[in-house]
């Protein structure tokens, strides 16, 4: 898988980067565990309002929708889902990119830029 190197301040992500419908359906399912400073940055491709879920995933995360302009549109903290009814976490305004990173490990806010290459 592709890797993106994601910039928030002084703060540095290695993320692999999900761009496939089946990688960006799949994310960090059943991972175990995630390094520091690591996670996945999603490409949807264009922009678009989309639903991302906890189902399967072991980890607790930090989900920051990203504009086209690279400026966070907003940011949830999620726990895992160990039902089969999950809630989907969704915002109203359109995001070209999700990060997801080990919750609690996101050093900006909303409004702040968000510096990779792709």
Same mark, same amino acid.
């Given at each position: 898988?592709?890797?993106?190197?994601?910039?928030?301040?002084?703060?540095?992500? $290695?993320?692999?980067?999900?761009?496939?419908?089946d990688e960006i359906e799949k994310g960090l399912m059943s991972r175990k565990n995630l390094l520091q400073n690591t996670g996945m940055l999603f490409d949807l491709g264009e922009e678009r309002i989309?639903? @991302?879920?906890?189902?399967?995933? $072991?980890?607790?995360?930090?989900? $920051?929708?990203?504009?086209?302009?690279?400026?966070? $549109?907003?940011?949830?903290?999620?726990?895992?889902?160990?039902?089969?009814?999950?809630?989907? @976490?969704?915002?109203?305004?359109?995001?070209?990119?999700?990060?997801?990173?080990?919750?609690?490990?996101?050093?900006?806010?909303?409004?702040?830029?968000?510096? @990779?290459?792709?």
């Open positions: 898988m592709t890797k993106a190197v994601v910039h928030v301040g002084d703060q540095e992500f $290695i993320c692999e980067l999900a761009s496939t419908n989309t639903g @991302f879920w906890m189902k399967n995933t $072991i980890i607790p995360l930090d989900i $920051i929708w990203i504009g086209s302009d690279k400026r966070v $549109i907003d940011i949830i903290t999620a726990a895992p889902c160990e039902s089969n009814r999950c809630e989907i @976490f969704q915002v109203e305004t359109p995001a070209r990119w999700i990060l997801e990173i080990n919750a609690g490990e996101f050093p900006g806010d909303i409004g702040d830029r968000v510096e @990779f290459d792709l």
